[in-house]
């Protein structure tokens, strides 16, 4: 009976010790989206310099299916509004959430 006994800690604790880690690697893939949000977010706002000063930007934190070209591949939408002397800008773009590569962008 002693053996059954440590058998079932032996169990338990290989339980606990996967369901430790699997924890663990969904907190560093979540950090490492957010990661990837902000770098995509500032990569397109620098490109955007040209075309004044930005006062505002967003982007989306959960990716959406988009199809194109008969493809459907996860994509992050986002905005950025920007102030030139003329007025004021707004622009929409849609980036491929596995490259970062911008696939869309359009003045609003």
């Given amino acids: 009976m002693k053996k059954n006994g440590q058998t079932f800690k032996y169990l338990l604790t290989g339980i606990g010790l996967a369901l430790a880690a699997a924890a663990s690697a969904k907190q560093y893939r979540a950090q490492q989206r957010m ?3 902000n770098q995509i977010l500032e990569d397109v706002k620098a490109g955007l310099k040209h075309e004044g000063h930005i006062v505002g930007s967003w982007i989306e934190e959960n990716p959406h299916l988009f199809s194109q070209n008969q493809r459907t591949f996860p994509i992050y939408q986002g905005g950025i509004i920007c102030e030139r002397t003329d007025g004021t ?3 929409h ?3 491929d959430a596995r490259t970062g590569v911008v696939i869309e962008f359009s003045q609003i």
């Fill in 89 to 91: 800008n707004q622009f």
């Fill in 93 to 95: 773009f849609k980036v």
């Fill in 35 to 37: 990661i990837k949000l």
